[in-house]
């Protein structure tokens, strides 16, 4: 499975982006997705995460910094699955990546599989 994140980019404090998280090849409603991002010199940070597409919405699930700020969504029709993000803040800057696995996952878990990351940088 290989996985594409994408849509980052320079914002300022309070902007906003959306990443996108797409896998060609795979269905990707059969696999959970989660978030995740890493600084230079930090560790790496479990995002946000969606169960496997069960019709619905799906479960999710946002770690503390980013709850009401990141939303994370699918569009099955679009084989995507994205991760709106609002009110940014400079210590968001880090590369984000997407992964997916066949379990559903948790914070701060990250999927079995992930690609090349996207830069977000959020600066004045």
């Known amino acids: 499975v290989q996985l594409q994140a994408s849509g980052g980019g320079l914002v300022q404090p309070g902007g906003s982006l959306r990443l996108s998280c797409a896998a060609p090849g795979t269905t990707l409603d059969r696999y959970a997705v989660a978030w995740f991002r890493q600084a230079p010199g930090k560790e790496r940070e479990g995002l946000s995460c969606?169960?496997?597409?069960?019709?619905?919405?799906?479960?999710?699930m946002y770690e503390d910094s980013v709850k009401g700020r990141f939303t994370i969504s699918r569009d099955n029709a679009k084989n995507t699955v994205y991760l709106q993000m609002n009110s940014l803040k400079p210590e968001d800057t880090a590369i984000y990546y997407c992964?997916?696995?066949?379990?559903?996952?948790?914070?701060?878990?990250?999927?079995?599989?992930w690609g090349e990351g996207t830069q977000v940088t959020v600066s004045s």
């Open positions: 992964s997916a696995d066949w379990s559903d996952l948790s914070i701060p878990e990250v999927g079995r599989y």
């Open positions: 969606i169960s496997t597409y069960d019709g619905g919405d799906g479960k999710t």
